[in-house]
C-alpha cells in the first residue's frame, strides 16, 4: 500500500454512459498525476495538477476526458459518453514537490479498471 | 524525450541474478535514469535512479556506463515475488511527466 488510493477499483459500463473516478492522494503530496494503461502497454500519461492548477493535459485526454482537483487534495477523472476504446487501467499517483536535489518519486495507486461494453 | 528500448521479456530461476539493460542512445545532458517495477493489477513502483556510473540500494543496482547511452538493472538472488515488468525511464529530475516505454516482464520459475 503506497497511501495513496482510488475507487472504484473495477468499473463496467455501457457505451455512452458517464463515469467518474476518484483519487486520494498522499495527503502531504502536492502534485497529482493521471494515467491510462492498456494491456502490454506501459501507462501513457494524462495529466498533471501541481495543488488545485492542472498544469497539463496530454493530447490523449480528448474533449470527453475533464479532470479536477478542487482543493488541492482528491482529484475526480471523469469520461463522458464512453467508449469501447476507453477500456483500461486508470491510474493516479502523486508526489510531493522537492528540492532539486531530491527525486520527484511518484507513489501510484492500484488503479480503477475500466471496462466499457 | 529520449527514448528506451529493452528486451520484452526475460526468464531466470530463484536465487539468480538478473540484468536487464535498457539503451537511450538520444540521452540528454540533463536526464536521469529510472526503473519503476510493476506487479499485475498494481500500479509501478520506485526501484532506483542513477546519473552515472554505479547506485545501489536495498533491492537493486543500476550500472551506467561512462557515455551513459545504456544502463543496466540488476536484481540479486531472484525469487518469485520478482516476477514483475520493469519499466526503464529517462528524462530530466525534475520532469513531473514520466514516459513508459512497453517494459520487460520478467518471469522468475522455481
Known amino acids: 500500500d503506497t497511501g495513496v488510493s482510488q475507487d472504484p477499483r473495477h468499473k463496467i459500463t455501457k457505451r455512452g454512459q458517464n463515469v467518474t473516478f476518484r483519487c486520494d492522494p498522499i495527503s502531504e503530496h502536492n502534485r497529482l498525476y493521471w494515467y491510462r494503461q492498456t494491456l502490454g502497454q506501459g501507462p501513457e500519461f494524462l495529466t498533471y495538477?501541481?495543488?488545485?492548477?492542472?498544469?497539463?493535459k496530454s493530447r490523449l485526454l480528448s474533449d470527453r476526458f475533464s479532470a479536477e482537483r478542487p482543493k488541492g487534495s482528491f482529484s475526480t477523472l471523469e469520461i463522458q459518453r464512453t467508449e469501447q476504446g476507453d477500456s483500461a487501467m486508470y491510474l493516479c499517483?502523486?508526489?510531493?514537490?522537492?528540492?532539486?536535489?531530491?527525486?520527484?518519486?511518484?507513489?501510484f495507486g492500484p488503479g480503477t479498471r475500466l471496462t466499457v461494453l | 524525450l529520449a527514448k528506451t528500448t529493452q528486451p520484452i521479456s526475460m526468464d531466470s530461476y530463484e536465487g539468480q541474478e538478473v540484468n536487464i539493460t535498457c539503451s537511450h542512445n538520444?540521452?540528454?545532458?540533463?536526464?536521469?535514469i529510472t526503473w519503476y517495477q510493476q506487479f499485475p493489477s498494481q500500479g509501478p513502483r520506485f526501484i532506483i535512479q542513477g546519473y552515472k556510473t554505479k547506485v545501489t540500494n536495498e533491492v537493486a543496482s543500476l550500472f551506467i556506463p561512462a557515455d551513459r547511452k545504456s544502463s543496466t538493472l540488476s536484481l540479486p538472488r531472484v525469487s518469485l515475488s520478482d516476477t514483475a515488468v520493469y519499466y526503464c525511464?529517462?528524462?530530466?529530475?525534475?520532469?513531473?511527466?514520466?514516459?513508459f516505454g512497453s517494459g520487460t516482464r520478467l518471469l522468475v520459475r522455481p
Open positions: 525511464l529517462v528524462g530530466e529530475d525534475s520532469s513531473y511527466k514520466l514516459i
Open positions: 538520444n540521452i540528454a545532458t540533463n536526464d536521469y
Open positions: 499517483a502523486s508526489s510531493s514537490q522537492q528540492d532539486s536535489l531530491s527525486y520527484n518519486e511518484q507513489f
Open positions: 495538477f501541481q495543488n488545485e492548477a492542472q498544469l497539463e
